[in-house]
Each structure stands twice: as structure tokens, then as C-alpha cells.
């Protein structure tokens, strides 16, 4: 059986120190997607070669101790270059016991996951199909990767809720259907899925709503942590004299149904569709000026302002009571 390797699916690890050694000297934080791109890559060829390539195979080719072992290596790599390091969309609970235990040594690991990681499981395949390709790839429904990185934003290991917002219009993603892998020009089938427009409702459905965490969890997890970890706070990130104006104003009286025919992405799918949620986004302010109202965008393109960043400062941590 042959395997084809394809290019630009992952960077070496002597790579990486030297980009970690350059970002820790220069004061910054390096962000990492974490799964062990030389495995993941013989189970994708493996797969194709024995015709297992229907979009619930897709999983396979990306086990979670695919995303521990990234995030071991991270982990090490970063603790022998001094880099605060980032690691993005965090999708399992063994990924995570790496990053606590990081953490208990007081290294400056920090990471975020996603509401597809939090909501979303593999069966998600089946019904979606390429539209629910993204990487790392929804876990398994059984298993315990959902409750763990709930516990993990409950006990504030788990530092932001981000969207992984990758939007791909459907056309690109149906030859998935065919061979979830590649098309049949020997392309991969594009990763990733809108989620902008629904973090915030699904986030204080099921953080705040459902789950009883305190508004104020959700201002640290997509408003000061990310403020505090990129090193733009106090300008952004805080409701202080002198940082910008920035707000969200959300009607907690907005229950509604997500659906793609009310997003402003062209994409034309949400994974979420259907989803009854509570609240609403109202109004969203910046530097003082309404941007959005009503989901009608009130600003005209050239008002945003370029943000120089300083050293990354360490996030919110500790329980959510």
C-alpha cells in the first residue's frame, strides 16, 4: 500500500523552539494548534487505502491521544525556551490534564476550546458531513471530553471560549461526501465551520442559562482573559476610566432558534442549526460608537484602529463559584 504525504500539514519541532526562543525573547505568546500532524497523516493515507473515507471515518484519523502528545511536546518545548504559550481549540480531556499539570508547576501554558467542543459531538458526522469537518474533529458522544472541559472553564483551567470561526462555502466542502480526506484532484476536503455569529447566544444559553455560571464568567472568557493573554489589556478587556468603550449589550429576554438564513456569513450552514437558545446580542459598542444594533451594522468600513500589543499578561484563573 502506498501513502501519499501532503505538504504544509505541520512544522518540525526544531521549527517550533526557534520560533518559541524568538517570541520569548520578544516579550510575546505563541499560539499552537496541538495534534501530531506525522501520525495524524499515516491514519488519513491508511484509511484512504482501505476505502474507509465516509465522513464518520474521519474522527478516526485523529485520536485524542493524537492532541495529548502535541500538547506534551508543547508543553516540554515551551518550558525550555521560557514561551508563554498558547494552545488553541482544545477538544480533549487528556489534552487538558497536560495543560493542568503545566500549570500546577506555574508554567505559562494557557489554552481555550470552542462551543463545538463543549456542545457538539462525532455524531455530528453523520448528519452533517463535511460540513462538520474541523480540526481538531468533534469527539466521541460517550465519551468524557465535553464534561471535562466544562469542569475545565468551571475551575478556570480553561481560560477562553473561542469561535474557531473558519467559515468555507458549502460547494467546497460537498466533495466530502465522495472522500471526507480529499477531492478527486487529491485536494484536502477544506477544515473548519462559521461560529462567530452563535458564540455568544450558546454561551449564555448553556454557560450562564443552563449551567448556572455567573454573568461575569462570560466577560473573562471572551472579553478580559483574551484582553490579558494577547497584551492588550487594560486598553480592551475592562470596563475602566481609560480603557476603550467597549460593549456587548445582550437581551437575556431574546430566546430565539439559530438558523444560517439569519447569519451574515456566506457560508450558508451553522452546525448548530435549530438550537433553541436564550438571549440575544442588543447592541455592541466600539470606543464608545454603536457598531451593531438589532444585527444592522451601524459603522462604515476604516473606523477600526490598529492595537499594538505588550507581554502577555497571565489570565483570570481560580473556580467560578
Not at 468524557?144 to 472541559?149: I, K, N, Q, T, V
Not at 467546497?172 to 484532484?185: A, C, E, H, M, R
Request: charged share 20%.
Amino acid at each position: 500500500m502506498t501513502y501519499k504525504k501532503r505538504p504544509g500539514r505541520m512544522c518540525d519541532d526544531d521549527y517550533i523552539c526557534e520560533a518559541m526562543d524568538m517570541v520569548g525573547r520578544g516579550g510575546g505568546v505563541l499560539q499552537l494548534h496541538c495534534e501530531s500532524g506525522n501520525i495524524i497523516e499515516y491514519l488519513e493515507n491508511k484509511l484512504i487505502g482501505e476505502g474507509h473515507t465516509h465522513p464518520t471515518d474521519f474522527p478516526t484519523a485523529y485520536p485524542d491521544w493524537a492532541e495529548e502528545e502535541a500538547i506534551n511536546r508543547a508543553v516540554k518545548m515551551s518550558a525550555a525556551t521560557r514561551c508563554p504559550t498558547y494552545v488553541v481549540h482544545l477538544s480533549t480531556q487528556l489534552g487538558l490534564e497536560r495543560i493542568k499539570q503545566a500549570q500546577s508547576l506555574g508554567q505559562r501554558v494557557w489554552t481555550e476550546t470552542c462551543p463545538q467542543y463543549l456542545l457538539l459531538s462525532d455524531a455530528q458526522m453523520a448528519e452533517f458531513g463535511p460540513l462538520a469537518k474541523i480540526g481538531p474533529p468533534l469527539r466521541p458522544e460517550d465519551g468524557p471530553d465535553r464534561d471535562a472541559l466544562w469542569q475545565g472553564l468551571r475551575q478556570g483551567h480553561v481560560s477562553i471560549v473561542a469561535s474557531d470561526h473558519s467559515p468555507h462555502p458549502r460547494e467546497l466542502k460537498q466533495p466530502g461526501w465522495d472522500n471526507i480526506f480529499v477531492d478527486s484532484n487529491g485536494t484536502s476536503i477544506p477544515f473548519g465551520a462559521p461560529g462567530i455569529e452563535t458564540i455568544v447566544p450558546l454561551m449564555y444559553s448553556e454557560g450562564v442559562v443552563k449551567r448556572g455560571m455567573p454573568i461575569w464568567w462570560l466577560a473573562r472568557v471572551m472579553a478580559e482573559n483574551p484582553a490579558r493573554i494577547f497584551g492588550i489589556y487594560p486598553r480592551k478587556g475592562v470596563i475602566q476610566v481609560g480603557s476603550d468603550a467597549d460593549f456587548l449589550i445582550l437581551d437575556p429576554n431574546g430566546d430565539r432558534i439559530l438558523t444560517s438564513q439569519n447569519h451574515h456569513s456566506n457560508a450558508g450552514y451553522t452546525l448548530f442549526e435549530g438550537w433553541q437558545v436564550n438571549g440575544r446580542p442588543w447592541i455592541t459598542m466600539l470606543r464608545g460608537q454603536v457598531l451593531l444594533k438589532d444585527g444592522e451594522i451601524q459603522q462604515n468600513p476604516g473606523y477600526g484602529q490598529f492595537l499594538e500589543s505588550g507581554e502577555p499578561r497571565a489570565p483570570l484563573g481560580g473556580p467560578v463559584v
